[in-house]
């Protein structure tokens, strides 16, 4: 299947830091990309949808100026949390809706990034 | 509207038996419906899905069960084995950008 991966895969940082996510398709193009928080033991909740070369589309209740997604390429999203604060410590997901002729509904999941905000 | 409910919460099963996780919806304008497992610390891994114009799935031993009058579909794992323990998410989409709507989760446990 398709491959999505996610760097890092764990980072701890201090808070008011600013850390960057990113997320790539590896051997698809995506033209579309979600990101995700998720909380232990709860299930996904989506922060934005992002379309390469467009602004991206948050939820209700995400701050854009906090979460920073850039969408620069079809196979390269990153999200950069903002000046990170200890409630900001979560498991992030990214993933990725194919445009090809592989399963063109499938979202494509990547491995997670725990970050931890001290 | 937009909810998807999804049943049990969590689920232990004895190896060799079936699990059977249940999840209903509201909103009659979701035409896909996938199952994801994940496990402790990974993203979630599509499983299965299935659209609103057939009644079953089956890939080696899991099936999706559909019933669109109900507006309930439902994920068997028939022989479960201990290595299917894990969170299982039924999600439901809709519209061009097919943004899933995910169930609660359903935490299973196979016992040995």
């Known amino acids: 299947g398709a491959v999505v991966s996610q760097h890092p895969s764990r980072v701890i940082c201090k808070s008011g830091t600013s850390v960057k996510i990113e997320c790539r398709s590896l051997?698809?193009?995506?033209?579309?990309m979600f990101w995700y928080r998720q909380f232990p033991k709860k299930s996904l909740m989506l922060m934005a949808t992002s379309n390469e070369g467009s602004k991206a589309t948050y939820e209700q209740g995400v701050e854009k100026d906090k979460f920073l997604i850039n969408h620069a390429s079809l196979t390269l999203s990153t999200l950069t949390v903002t000046s990170a604060h200890p409630e900001d410590s979560s498991f992030y997901i990214c993933?990725?809706?194919?445009?090809?002729?592989?399963?063109?509904?499938?979202?494509?999941f990547g491995p997670g990034t725990r970050l931890t905000v001290l | 509207q937009q909810q998807v409910k999804q049943s049990p919460q969590s689920l232990i099963v004895q190896k060799g038996g079936i699990s059977i996780i249940n999840c209903a919806y509201e909103?009659?304008?979701?035409?896909?419906f996938p199952w994801y497992q994940q496990f402790p610390g990974k993203g979630p891994a599509l499983l299965i899905a299935i659209r609103p114009d057939v009644s079953e799935k089956k890939e080696g031993r899991f099936t999706i069960s559909f019933n669109k009058s109900a507006k309930q579909f439902s994920l068997h794992i028939m022989d479960s084995q201990p290595g299917d323990s894990a969170t299982y998410f039924c999600a439901a989409a809709a519209g061009s950008n097919y943004q899933l709507i995910w169930g609660a989760g359903t935490k299973l446990i196979i016992k040995p």
């Open positions: 051997d698809f193009q995506a033209t579309t």
């Open positions: 993933s990725a809706r194919s445009t090809g002729t592989r399963g063109f509904n499938e979202q494509f």
């Open positions: 909103n009659t304008a979701f035409d896909y």
